[in-house]
T-cell receptor, first 115, second 112 residues
Framework: DTAVSQTPKYLVTQMGNDKSIKCEQN?????MYWYKQDSKKFLKIMFS???????INETVPNRFSPKSPDKAHLNLHINSLELGDSAVYFC??????????????FGEGSRLTVL | KNQVEQSPQSLIILEGKNCTLQ??????????LRWYKQDTGRGPVSLTI?????NTKSNGRYTATLDADTKQSSLHITASQLSDSASYIC???????????FGKGNQVVVIP
């Protein structure tokens, strides 16, 4: 009964490959996010979707393409992987609206290592 | 310059002792301020959420305080346990667009 689940948890791949990370939430939230956490543990927003619509795109290279088939899923596809893409990617979800937005629930993270 | 600065960057404390983590922010106006706990290899988990009008919020042995005038927040851990070893992240939510500004976290290690 995991609230926000993402797969795979670990991903090791060669430079230049294309890979995807999947995320699903069963909390009934209308907003989903992708965050990148680098080696210095700093969390940075990449994308945010509300009801399948892209609402935040934080100048991420266009090699990264999020896809939201429905409100409960937000997948991240990365083309032509580079060494600098190595990081932990976190999916999160929340209810939108209200002052300050809803509480953010994070997945367990997907550690991507590019060799 | 980051909008949310946390100190100390890392901290080692003995089990059973108390500690206080600091968060200074420049975000204004803001809707609320949150503290998250991130265990190694796990996703962040919410500890406290305070609106701009609240001064303190507790969650078990964790107590967060907020001084909106000085733009400072603190997280106090009472009677620390080994399971408190984690990174504690301060997050400020901007008023209006609900964008989140993250601190880099305070890394706490509790030793027996």
């Amino acid at each position: 009964d995991t609230a926000v689940s993402q797969t795979p948890k670990y991903l090791v791949t060669q430079m230049g490959n294309d890979k995807s990370i999947k995320c699903e939430q069963n909390l009934g939230h209308d907003t989903m996010y992708w965050y990148k956490q680098d080696s210095k543990k700093f969390l940075k927003i990449m994308f945010s979707y509300n009801n399948k619509e892209l609402i935040i795109n934080e100048t991420v290279p266009n090699r990264f393409s999020p896809k939201s088939p429905d409100k409960a899923h937000l997948n991240l596809h990365i083309n032509s992987l580079e060494l600098g893409d190595s990081a932990v990617y976190f999916c999160a979800s929340s209810h939108s609206g209200g002052s300050g937005g809803g509480e953010l629930f994070f997945g367990e993270g997907s550690r991507l290592t590019v060799l | 310059k980051n909008q949310v600065e946390q100190s100390p960057q890392s901290l080692i404390i003995l089990e059973g002792k108390n500690c206080t983590l600091q968060c200074n922010y420049t975000v204004s106006p803001f809707s609320n301020l949150r503290w998250y706990k991130q265990d190694t290899g796990r996703g962040p988990v919410s500890l406290t959420i305070m609106t701009f009008s609240e001064n303190t919020k507790s969650n078990g042995r964790y107590t967060a305080t907020l001084d909106a005038d000085t733009k400072q927040s603190s997280l106090h851990i009472t009677a620390s346990q080994l399971s408190d070893s984690a990174s504690y992240i301060c997050v400020v939510i901007l008023y209006g667009n609900n964008r989140l500004a993250f601190g880099k976290g305070n890394q706490v290690v509790v030793i027996p």
